[in-house]
């Protein structure tokens, strides 16, 4: 059965993380583009791989994070346009999976005011409430504006389960890399890839990954993949989830002890 991508075009910006999990198709598309997330981790088994079922028979896959035993973060775009159930993957890569936890149509959660049609603060941010828990440790996020607001210029670590390449084809394996902030929004922040010397961007399959950034002590998710440019090359835009604590403290007080 052939896997569709979903992506949807926003100015020079496109939705990282609808891709279609690989396959042994050849393409040359990218051959000589900026490499994403170069580097396979098993460092972060809190940042999971997502593979998303939809009414047409496709699957695609996206990235998210345990922020509690039950609830994933991940971009909004990942869980509308059809979806129908998802299976969350702990793991390098499905193949050596450590362990996984579905979700059911019914506990897909976009925020409210997401909208893909506007050109920024599009609110691309979404939890999943799994059926089952997982044994991983959560992440932290920020909660703290001025903390956020501080972090121009700064070095991120970013993970996702996302092509190296456009159009290469190898999703779903774990991958980490470094970018810099290059600037902070109200609701949302920018990943500078092109130009740095920790050149790590976003591709397809990397939508719902995080941003991570050392805060006390710990790394803590700043952001959330929501887009980056169609050559996977220039840089990201992460959705703050810092701009977003009522509608995640919200999914997680209705799902205590989750």
Known sequence: MKHIARCTLALAFVSAACAAPATDEATAAGSDELSSFAVPTLAHPAVVGILHSHTDGSTTICTGEVIAPRVVLTAAHCVVDGVISSTVFVGMTWELRRETASVSSQNHFA??????????D??????LVLDTALSVTPL???RDPSITDALKGQEATLVGYGDTQRGK????????????????????????SKGSPLAAGACGGDSGGPALVLSGGALSIVGVESRGDAACAIGTIKTRVDAHLPFIDGILAANPGR
């Open 111 to 120: 925020h409210p005011q997401y909208n893909a049609a506007v050109a920024s």
């Open 122 to 127: 599009r609110h691309d941010i979404a939890a």
């Open 140 to 142: 932290p996020f920020l």
């Open 169 to 192: 084809g190898d999703n779903g394996t774990a991958r980490v890399g470094k970018a810099l902030i290059a600037q902070v929004a109200t609701t949302e922040v920018y990943i500078e």
